[in-house]
């Protein structure tokens, strides 16, 4: 399984920006996708996850209101909208995949990606 994050960059505070992931080497429409991220000296964080029926999303309450997940079956790819950004989001974002329901527990997803760096500006 591989993941491909893209879409990551320097952005000034209440910008948006629209992280993707590419995933290949497992059927995709069948796991669930989650982003997560990590803050330097801190503990990676769930953002948000949708399983891959897309029937079911979760949201991190410190993104809530703000960030939306969303994932093309037919490209393989899922999405991280995220709207008014402010500096506490600059992090390495992270896109994950898991076989079954949806889990804020780092731990419990299988295969992760690489990364893609977001610094937000005051």
């Known amino acids: 399984v591989q993941l491909v994050e893209s879409g990551g960059g320097l952005v000034q505070a209440g910008d948006s920006l629209r992280l993707s992931c590419a995933a290949s080497?497992?059927?995709?429409?069948?796991?669930?996708m989650g982003w997560f991220r990590q803050a330097p000296g801190k503990e990676r964080e769930f953002v948000a996850a949708?399983?891959?029926?897309?029937?079911?999303?979760a949201i991190g309450n410190s993104v809530k209101g703000r960030f939306t997940i969303s994932r093309d079956n037919a490209k393989n790819t899922v999405y991280l909208q995220m709207n008014s950004l402010n500096p506490e989001d600059t992090a390495v974002y992270y896109c994950?995949?898991?076989?079954?329901?949806?889990?804020?527990?780092?731990?419990?997803?299988?295969?992760w990606g690489q990364g893609t760096q977001v610094t937000v500006s005051s």
């Open positions: 080497g497992r059927t995709f429409s069948s796991y669930s």
């Open positions: 949708i399983t891959g029926s897309t029937l079911y999303t």
């Open positions: 994950a995949t898991r076989f079954g329901a949806l889990s804020t527990n780092t731990h419990e997803w299988d295969y």
